[in-house]
């Protein structure tokens, strides 16, 4: 019995060093299986954002084009209303499903700059489909959209930590105040 009791102390090392490991490991373990899901989920939201951003930036681009048509917008690319028809109603079935997605997957902060510049889409895509040509107000809806795309986007960068980017916002040529003959 003396045998055992001096090689006891040593026992219980060998013990108390088995689960020290074993909750390091586990521990360890467990830090990096969190650290991995918050980097899978950061991805898929960095994913929805930037899936929902090109959906949105589909009708804005299709109603600059259209706007050009009506001689308010110096887009390059004019495109009559009824060659647009099809374009507008894809990016809306586009965008629908992306929006789903973020406000799944987005923080709430992301969603609600995201509301605020698919609003401004819509209302440039009521205007070109009324016909307007009023261009102040569709200068004053170009600098909304171009203020609800650059708040999505810092919101975007702040929710996944990312460094502040650009605004995009660069100078345009101005329109023709003549507007094009039909």
Do not use: C, N
């Not at 006891?8 to 990096?32: E, F, K, M, N, T």
């Not at 991995?36 to 804005?60: H, I």
């Not at 401004?120 to 040509?133: G, N, P, Y």
């Amino acid at each position: 019995m003396s045998a055992f009791i001096q090689q006891l102390p040593a026992l219980i090392g060998v013990v108390i060093g088995a689960l020290g490991s074993y909750v390091a490991v586990v521990r360890g373990d467990q830090v990096r299986f969190r650290r991995e899901r918050a980097a899978r989920w950061e991805e898929r939201r960095l994913g929805v954002y930037a899936d929902y951003a090109q959906s949105v930036k589909k009708t804005v681009t299709v109603t600059y084009r259209v706007a050009a048509e009506a001689g308010v917008d110096p887009h390059p690319d004019p495109l009559t209303l009824e060659q647009a028809q099809p374009l507008l109603a894809e990016a809306t079935a586009r965008r629908d499903p992306s929006g789903e997605a973020l406000i799944m997957l987005g923080s709430p902060a992301v969603v609600e700059k995201a509301r605020a510049w698919v609003v401004t889409a819509l209302e440039m895509e009521r205007f070109v489909r009324e016909r307007r040509d009023d261009r102040e107000a569709w200068r004053a809806l170009l600098e909304r959209q171009r203020a609800g795309r650059e708040g999505y986007y810092t919101a975007v960068r702040e929710d996944l930590g990312l460094p502040p980017g650009h605004s995009a916002r660069w100078p345009l040529p101005a329109v023709d105040p003549v507007p094009p003959q039909r």
